[in-house]
């Protein structure tokens, strides 16, 4: 089955930090741009990060830059993101979603989503 | 505040067709537009992205335009099953990347 889900999220305090997986199945994981998208409580959907393809290529959201950083690892066909130094504007549910293939910008799979509280 | 607006509701009976706006500085400059649909507590799924394409498996109720600022996802022949939350997106540039609007609740009459 093609699916995307994600795991790690949780309850953590202010200035914590949590790593997010995100992990694949059912399709070529190695050849998608990856991306990972938040939704507050009561809000809608915004952008966090995105991986390309090569491994190399990222950008954030300027809300988390400097303080998340995403990856993957193609063997095991999984995308990460590593949050630290959390603060309550981060809770969200944080949803993983593919990119897709050619020349656009648009996520044709997305996870279930994972819920990050972070709270006192 | 979300860098595309879109109206926070927008309501229709079964049959009628609805058009859901969403304007941006970003809509004007790309062509990576894309709509997404979201029922309560399911993930989001794609079905209009580069303005006017559909993914295969979504239905042909759902197209898409734009003109200048503004992009627009029009469903045809309102179901009830349509009944859900509905995102634009627009790619932004290298470094602010992607946008999202904030969101349009439908509700089917």
């Known amino acids: 089955e093609v699916q995307l889900v994600e795991s790690g999220g949780g309850l953590v305090q202010p200035g914590g930090s949590l790593r997010l997986s995100c992990a694949a199945s059912?399709?070529?994981?190695?050849?998608?741009?990856m991306y990972w998208v938040r939704q507050p409580p009561g809000k809608g959907l915004v952008w966090v990060s995105r991986?390309?393809?090569?491994?190399?290529?990222?950008t954030y959201a300027d809300s988390v830059r400097g303080r998340f950083t995403i990856s993957r690892d193609d063997s095991k066909n999984t995308l990460y993101l590593q949050m630290d130094s959390l603060s309550a504007e981060d809770t969200a549910v944080y949803f993983c979603g593919r990119g897709i293939v050619g020349d656009s910008v648009a996520f044709d799979l997305w996870g279930q989503g994972t819920v990050v509280t972070v709270s006192s | 505040q979300s860098a595309l607006t879109q109206p926070a509701s927008v309501s229709g009976s079964p049959g009628q067709s609805l058009t859901i706006s969403c304007t941006g500085a970003?809509?004007?400059?790309?062509?990576?537009v894309s709509w997404y649909q979201r029922y309560s507590g399911k993930a989001p799924t794609l079905l209009i992205y580069d303005v006017n394409k559909r993914p295969s498996g979504v239905s042909n109720r759902f197209s898409g335009s734009k003109s200048g600022n503004t992009a627009s996802l029009t469903i045809s022949g309102l179901q009830a099953e349509d009944e859900a939350d509905y995102y634009c997106c627009s790619y932004a540039g290298r470094d602010t990347y992607v946008v999202f609007g904030g969101g349009t609740k439908l509700t089917v009459l």
């Open positions: 991986l390309n393809s090569d491994g190399r290529t990222t």
């Open positions: 970003s809509v004007d400059s790309y062509y990576y």
């Open positions: 059912g399709f070529t994981f190695s050849s998608h741009n």
